[in-house]
Antibody
Framework: QVTLKESGPVLVKPTETLTLTCTVS??????????VSWIRQPPGKALEWLAH???????SYSTSLKSRLTISKDTSKSQVVLTMTNMDPVDTATYYC?????????????WGQGTMVTVSS | DIQMTQSPSSLSASVGDRVTITCRAS??????LNWYQQKPGKAPKLLIY???SLQSGVPSRFSGSGSGTDFTLTISSLQPEDFATYYC????????FGPGTKVDIK
């Protein structure tokens, strides 16, 4: 069974750096063309893609957030880590990680349950 | 970045109704369009990928069509468990989601 689970702080202060971890099971991050994305959703708002990383270490970032994001993976631990610097209250959201299905484009076929992050002093 | 719009932003329908949701891209994205369903407090669920391919395990009452800039998601006979918000997402370039369409009970 394929699962993804997000973990990280529930509350961060403005200007702090957020570090989120996605732990996967049921598949390997080293499998050919396997990838994981981070996606967020502010309360009551739409989904926003943040970043992805593939098994060959190919990375891509949201154009608007690129300067604040870093994505990495630890294949031995089956983990994908996202860091976001200089957090602001507008970054308050549920953060999801999702597996990338690479068939005729990239779709997100399996999602974690999400982790809610609040930015407040 | 490619911009995505959806219409309507919300709709009210009854069980058994045929429901159609439209998604439009600001430029051609070929068939690189996916659809998701999200229920309150839950993660999104992939319904359709590559514009018209039904994800495994998704009921056949869901279907997708379109190419280029205009796409539709159709629910042939709305069921109680289908009341949710639906998002399109383009995968032609940096992934972008549409603003969503909320389907609620009439």
């Amino acid at each position: 069974q394929v699962t993804l689970k997000e973990s990280g702080p529930v509350l961060v202060k403005p200007t702090e750096t957020l570090t989120l971890t996605c732990t996967v099971s049921g598949f390997s991050l080293s499998n050919a063309r396997m990838g994981v994305s981070w996606i967020r959703q502010p309360p009551g708002k739409a989904l926003e893609w943040l970043a992805h990383i593939f098994s060959n270490d190919e990375k891509s970032y949201s154009t608007s957030l690129k300067s604040r994001l870093t994505i990495s993976k630890d294949t031995s631990k089956s983990q994908v880590v996202l860091t976001m610097t200089n957090m602001d209250p507008v970054d308050t959201a549920t953060y999801y990680c999702a597996r990338i299905l690479t068939v005729d484009g990239d779709a997100f076929d399996i999602w974690g349950q999400g982790t809610m992050v609040t930015v407040s002093s | 970045d490619i911009q995505m719009t959806q219409s309507p932003s919300s709709l009210s329908a009854s069980v058994g109704d045929r429901v159609t949701i439209t998604c439009r891209a600001s430029q051609s994205i070929s068939s690189y369009l996916n659809w998701y369903q999200q229920k309150p407090g839950k993660a999104p669920k992939l319904l359709i990928y590559a514009a018209s391919s039904l994800q495994s395990g998704v009921p056949s009452r869901f279907s997708g069509s379109g190419s280029g800039t205009d796409f539709t998601l159709t629910i042939s006979s709305l069921q109680p468990e289908d009341f949710a918000t639906y998002y399109c997402q383009q995968s032609y370039s940096t992934p972008i989601f549409g603003p969503g369409t909320k389907v609620d009970i009439k």
